[in-house]
């Protein structure tokens, strides 16, 4: 594995976005709170409990993923601090 260039964890992150919200809605009656592991490259993801095992889920599908990770219905996958995040986005 290559380390990446900014501006290309910058194209991954606009794509990942991207291709969460044409899913967002269905995802979210779904799968609320769960994580969602998107390769940017095919569109293709994998839902799950943890970061990781959405991860490795789409990686066994996808060795080559570059993958963009979020969690379902909210606006970051971890949370620093002690303010509660809203429930919806």
Do not use: C
Request: net charge neutral; no cysteine.
């Amino acid at each position: 594995m290559t380390a990446r260039e900014p501006d290309n964890l910058e194209e991954i992150a606009r794509r990942g976005d991207a291709i969460y919200e044409t899913m967002r809605a269905r995802l979210e009656a779904e799968s609320f709170g769960k994580i969602v592991a998107i390769d940017v490259e095919s569109a293709d993801y994998a839902v799950a409990g943890t970061v990781l095992a959405a991860a490795h889920a789409l990686q066994a599908r996808r060795p080559n993923a570059e993958i963009w990770v979020v969690r379902i219905g909210y606006k970051a996958v971890y949370r620093f601090g002690f303010a509660p995040l809203p429930l919806r986005a």
